[in-house]
């Protein structure tokens, strides 16, 4: 299984930037799914998550009302919508497939499958 997240790139703060992470090897339908970033100097936190069944979603305090994530199962794709972009939001952010369930995602433990980061930097 493989992860191909897309989407990186210069964003100036109060913009949008769509993120896309194609699942290839498996159908994603079988993976929860989430969205972990890491900035400069942090460790890697859990941005949002996805269940497989259900599409119940979870927020980081820090992005709720503000990111967004979906999923297209027929497409074997999550997307992160990010919008209202703050210099903080500045990250390597990594797509995540698990077949445990939210709590792996709190707790960044147990994830199946990583795919490789992108990077968003967001200007003042």
């Known amino acids: 299984v493989q992860l191909q997240a897309s989407g990186g790139g210069l964003v100036q703060a109060g913009g949008s930037r769509s993120f896309s992470c194609a699942v290839s090897?498996?159908?994603?339908?079988?993976?929860?799914m989430g969205w972990f970033r890491q900035g400069p100097g942090k460790e890697r936190n859990l941005v949002a998550a996805i269940t497989k069944s259900t599409g119940k979603t979870y927020y980081a305090r820090s992005v709720k009302g503000r990111f967004t994530i979906s999923r297209d199962n027929a497409k074997n794709t999550v997307y992160l919508q990010m919008n209202g972009l703050k210099t903080e939001d500045t990250a390597m952010y990594y797509c995540?497939?698990?077949?445990?369930?939210?709590?792996?995602?709190?707790?960044?433990?147990?994830?199946?499958?990583w795919g490789k980061g992108t990077l968003v930097t967001v200007s003042s």
């Open positions: 090897g498996r159908t994603s339908s079988t993976y929860n």
């Open positions: 995540a497939a698990s077949l445990r369930g939210l709590g792996a995602f709190l707790q960044g433990y147990g994830m199946d499958y």
